[in-house]
């Protein structure tokens, strides 16, 4: 099985360093480090999860960035079973 490996840990690490050098108010994890002035430890970063399928690549993204009750997260909404799921897990 082979996994598309074009944007993995490292490239997304970098985009996201890159972000937060240029102040991209466009990236995520840059906004919040301008925010709130939060240090962001890059090497302890880790890959949760991954897939080779973009839906579900970008259903889990929205899962694990609503894990996190923030006024900066930009994610797509999760469908109604899922939001379930999720208000149970809090």
């Given amino acids: 099985m082979q996994f598309d490996v074009r944007r993995n840990l490292t ?14 108010l466009n990236n995520n994890i840059a906004e919040h480090h301008l925010k709130t ?16 399928d973009y839906y579900q ?15 900066l997260n930009r994610c797509q909404p999760l469908p109604a079973p899922y939001k ?5 897990k809090q």
């Fill in 84 to 88: 379930r799921l999720l208000n149970r």
């Fill in 57 to 71: 690549r970008n259903t889990l993204e929205s899962w694990f960035t609503n894990l996190e009750q923030t006024a």
């Fill in 37 to 52: 002035n939060h240090a962001i430890d890059w090497d302890s970063a880790t890959c949760l999860t991954y897939s080779t």
């Fill in 11 to 24: 490239t997304r690490l970098t985009e996201h360093k890159r972000a937060t050098k240029k102040g991209d």
